[in-house]
């Protein structure tokens, strides 16, 4: 089990999760010790972008998917009354549909015949990379199969081969939005970093992860990205929701630059490493019930 | 009548800018109408000014619930339930952790006191509303809840709806970030993708899962490669990846933090004229005429 395990989101897509995850590991890794980085945004992952080299090891995340023996099926219709998620259709034989399958087992239990099992059926890969060059960092990369749904799956899978180290800090960049995948990135962790910027886009879904962040009982700060002076906008919203705002990182096209082609800024902007140094342990108080302020 | 969803994979590239403009210049020509798909965080109907919505209540499939006074204390339902979602705070008491539970009522059926009923849960809402532009779908999935993809299509239903009783010529959906679940809900026959794509590394990387999830559909993709002086590099590799895969470029539009401020623009007032001086607004112009004439849309504006 990790130390601390810090999840970076956002409601909105990209805000600046990748670049402050990638950034902060590399922080975190090089003054405080071993550090997982999870990437946990599975349909779309780009950490190892910034992580070129180093020697990687890739495993399957199966998913049990029910499965009808058709010689054995009576056609009797009580495992598609049964399914709450309507994965199961009567074509003559009953036929499971995988991408609705849940797989909660039920249709398993009701088949008088016995003639439904669960089969694991690939979705996905948890990858693990050991950065060169970087003694104590790794990363764990979830990444979901073209045409697969099993987000939250291959999430879970990642987090549980992210614990197999004895990491002091672990910190998960969770996928875009509030539904299942934001869910399996944010829960159980011991704090959350929200990632917002100053437009009206920005702040109706930061208050849409705000929410979500309350809900799962996590504590909260928020990080204004492309922050631009005079802007109010967040601390107003902030203010309502008791949240601290932990840092603010100014709109610089310079920072989106060097992002473009996969460099990091801790290492070639001393101003950068600056602006993200105070963030763990803020978000350690945070945890531990500080006030905490920008 | 033709749809068309507008996707990216990674978030933030500039979809929802862009399906605002394109509508915007859509409507001057044709009935449009407009599909949200992203029902985590809708930002369409806050560009565009929605007035008149009817919005109603989505269902999800339900959530179990023990009646503490009924439970026997057996413990059935937490070895049976595969989500984790029964907590036992003390031995021999059982709850419901709604925020795992899906609702798959495994729990109800072994039950030997029938202390468990499944209830059903509103899981977000589906709205239809009207914009400058015209019909507007939408919807906003209730923070942690799941069955994204169900409202997605629901959304898309409410869409189609509205635009045959419209007779619309034209269905623009804006898709959501990510290859999973709610971006295959939002593609499903659609004529085609337009894929919003930015010079980034990570942008490169996603523009290739989008392409590979819409060639699974077997539907066709267009590219549209936004902030492209942001990384000459990257544009570079973009342009390359794009020729040799057979996807057409239909316009490159520069990083210019001005052209999201549009959007800004749009919403507070939508009589707003396109800016013919900025390089932004004629690339979004040059994507909706190639729109019109691959799709064969009846706008005469833009085939002139």
Known sequence: MAEFTLAIASGKGGTGKTLISTNLSVLTSEEEGLTVLVDCDAEAPNDHLFFPQGPRKAHPVEVPIAEVEVSRCSACGLCRDACAFGAIRMLGKARVFGELCHPCGVCVAVCPTGAIREVPRRVGEVEILRPAGREQLVLVTGRLDIGQVKTPNVIQAARSAAGQFPARTVILDSPPGVACAAVASLRGADALLLVTEPTAFGLHDLELSLQLGRDLGVPMAVLVNRDVPGDTSVETLCRKWEVPIVARIPFSRKVAETYARGGLLVEESPDFRELLRPIPGRMRGLKAGKVVRA | ?304
């Not at chain 2, 990674?10 to 020509?29: D, I, N, P």
Request: hydrophobic share 40%; aromatic share 4%; charged share 20%.
């Open chain 2, 1 to 304: 009548m033709k749809s068309v969803a507008i996707a990216s994979g990674k978030g933030g590239t500039g979809k929802t800018t862009l399906t605002a403009v394109l509508a915007w210049l859509a409507s001057r020509e044709l009935e449009v109408t407009l599909a949200d798909a992203d029902v985590e965080a809708s930002n369409l109907p806050l560009a565009l000014q929605v007035h008149s919505q009817t919005c109603t209540a989505f269902q999800g499939g339900g959530k179990a619930r023990i009646s503490e006074a009924d439970c026997s204390g057996c413990g059935l339902c937490q070895e049976v339930c595969r989500f984790a979602a029964i907590l036992s705070p003390h031995p021999g008491v059982f709850r419901v952790d709604s925020l795992s539970c899906e609702g798959c009522g495994h729990c109800v059926r072994v039950c030997p006191a029938g202390a468990i009923e499944r209830t059903p849960t509103c899981i977000g809402e589906a709205c239809l509303g009207q914009c400058r532009t015209g019909p507007i779908a939408f919807g906003q999935l209730g923070p942690g809840q799941d069955l994204s993809g169900r409202l997605v299509t629901e959304v898309r239903r409410l869409g189609l709806e509205a635009a045959q009783e419209r007779g619309s010529q034209l269905l623009l959906i804006d898709g959501p970030p990510g290859t999973g679940c709610p971006l295959i809900a939002a593609l499903a026959s659609t004529d085609m993708v337009l894929a919003v794509t930015e010079p980034t590394l990570s942008g490169v990387h996603d523009l290739d899962r989008l392409v590979q999830v819409a060639e699974r559909f077997g539907i066709p993709v267009r590219v549209v490669l936004n902030k492209a002086d942001l990384a000459p590099e990257g544009a570079r590799r973009l342009r390359e990846i794009c020729q040799r895969q057979d996807l057409p470029i239909w316009a490159e539009i520069p990083y210019d933090p001005a052209f999201a401020g549009t959007l800004q623009a749009m919403s507070a007032d939508m009589q707003l004229q396109p800016q013919t001086d900025s390089v932004a607004w004629s690339a979004a112009a040059q994507v909706w005429k190639a729109l019109a004439r691959e799709l064969d849309l009846p706008a005469k504006l833009a085939t002139r």
